[in-house]
């Protein structure tokens, strides 16, 4: 799967948002190393603050299928003209299962006519992660 294809894959993810109240369509897939996608898309909720966003929902719904590892590549596409970067809690989110398999992936920021590559490394330095721990 190439990389358009995965941002492919994430926007068509983001048609399944629930997102009714930001009304931010946000949609995320993850390319494994034996060529498996996982997508995700965010999930909000009535209560706020309990919005679980497009990267966080693909990476659990990879790891409860019981993937750990051979993260390399990471598609996050918004309704937004600027390339979207995943958020705070999600690059932490990210950093777990990518150092779970010693991977740093790219993930791919896409706009509507711009796809910034950014390694994960990059968007989350000096992260702190299962390796910290031991
Ligand atoms: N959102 C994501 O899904 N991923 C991000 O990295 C940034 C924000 C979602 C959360 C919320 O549902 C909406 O975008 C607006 O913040």
Redesign the pocket.
Known sequence: MTDSDLIAAARQAAENSY?PY?R?A?GAALRFADGTVVTGT?I?NASYGL?L???TVAVAKAMADGVRGGLEAVA?TGPGVEPIT??GR?RQVLNELAQLGGTNPVVLCTGENEVRRIRLSELLPHAFGPASLS
Do not use: D, H, I, T
Request: charged share 15%.
């Open positions: 997102s930001s931010f946000v965010n909000e919005a966003c497009a990267e996050v995943p958020c999600c």
